[in-house]
């Protein structure tokens, strides 16, 4: 079979994950007897450095031809003047809302081998297995007013978070239908006590409900999740939320699998649904790290189990995707670690490396 994929390493060490990513999507060509046809395009600050936008029109071209998007992280220190006119992350926001991309999965899981290189009590996160549903093109990050102005007083700005009730519906809907897949439970995270952005959510998530009489709805409020995922992470399965609770507690989140080198996320268009492809970004949850970028450090299997998400989610290749996430634990269960996740007895591998044993892993499957 033969798929258009765009990749977009943007900036820092989306450069050094993307590579490792794409080694390994075809080494899973070349045994499963597929192509990928892959076309790069700018996006973010080198994006801004070469065109003047974070988002060149020719990058959203390549993207919209394609059956997926990988990409790599945008931004870094280069660009992070507050008052410049338009920075990195824009184009990211950009991309996500012109295509659609409404729903982010992020993945949460532990692996046993890494349970001592934590900050937690192994009997705490030992088992973890849960999965946020982020709203992606509402919120805080969109809605308008959005400014900053001077008065006679001082600066003063301001930003909005502002949801409709379509908006609402449809990502508490993609909740629904992967708690079926799972425990049957899903729990909606809110501010409902204090803002009436949420409370117009909890009303929504409530009507939906009646939709999945099968499926137990639970409110919880941010702060008390936040609580929760240290205290207690495995009392959580699904989970869906609006876009700047979901953007804190999912790295909040990473920090129970050790690294956000090790958390995948896929930005969907649609429900996802077996046998059903669905146009989608794939990116590591991480940042761009730009003091460690091209150092041969940055830890790879965020952006590799996000191709992962891609094969199953865009490409319907389920085996395939099977193959990457079995490559990537038997990798882990012989030792190797990047720096990130080193731990006492085992073997420091560098970027490229940790791609290699993935890949080879995978060819040996």
Same mark, same amino acid.
């Given at each position: ?13 989306? +450069? ?11 080494? +899973? ?89 934590? $900050? ?53 809907r993609v909740g629904f239908e992967l708690a079926r897949t799972r425990g049957k439970k899903l729990i909606s995270v809110?501010?409902? $006590? +204090? ?26 409020? +941010? ?38 080198g090790m958390l995948a996320s896929a930005s969907l268009a649609g429900v996802p649904q077996e046998g059903k492809a ?88």
């Open positions: 079979m033969q798929f258009n994929i765009a990749v977009l390493p943007g900036d820092g060490i989306g +450069v050094d994950v993307c590579t490792e990513a794409v080694k390994v999507l075809r080494t +899973v060509g070349k045994k499963y007897g597929h192509e990928f046809k892959l076309k790069e395009g700018l996006v973010g600050g080198i994006a801004i450095d070469e065109t003047g936008e974070p988002l060149p029109k020719e990058t959203l071209k390549i993207c919209r031809i394609s059956q997926a998007v990988m990409l790599g992280a945008v931004g870094g220190t280069k660009w992070d003047d507050p008052n410049a006119k338009t920075r990195p992350e824009n184009g990211l926001l950009e991309l996500r809302k012109k295509m659609g991309l409404f729903a982010n999965l992020r993945p949460v899981k532990v692996f046993p081998m890494l349970i001592n290189g934590t $900050n937690l009590k192994p009997e705490i996160i030992d088992g973890v297995d849960f999965i946020f549903i982020r709203e992606l093109t509402g919120g805080l990050y969109f809605g308008k007013p959005k400014k900053r102005w001077e008065t006679a007083g001082g600066r003063k700005a301001v930003d909005s978070m502002l949801y409709s009730e379509q908006e609402i519906d449809r990502i508490v809110d501010k409902a $006590n +204090v803002l009436e952005s949420s409370r117009l959510w909890r009303t929504v998530a409530m009507e939906v409900a009646g939709d999945y009489p099968d499926v137990e709805i639970e409110h919880m409020l +941010v702060d008390a999740c936040a609580m929760r995922i240290i205290q207690n992470p495995k009392y959580l399965d699904v989970l869906v939320t609006e876009n700047t609770f979901g953007d804190i507690l999912t790295d909040e989140a990473s920090m129970l699998a050790g690294s956000m669905i146009p989608g970004l794939y990116e590591p949850i991480h940042g761009s790290a730009p003091r460690r970028a091209g150092l041969d450090m940055a830890n790879p299997i965020a952006m590799i189990l996000s191709t992962a998400m891609m094969l199953r989610y865009s490409l319907c290749l389920n085996e395939e995707a099977k193959a990457v996430e079995d490559a990537v634990e038997s990798v882990l269960n012989h030792g190797y670690r990047t720096y990130d996740i080193m731990d006492e007895g085992k073997t420091k591998v560098g970027t490229a490396r940790m791609g290699d044993l993935i890949s080879k892993a995978i060819e040996e499957k």
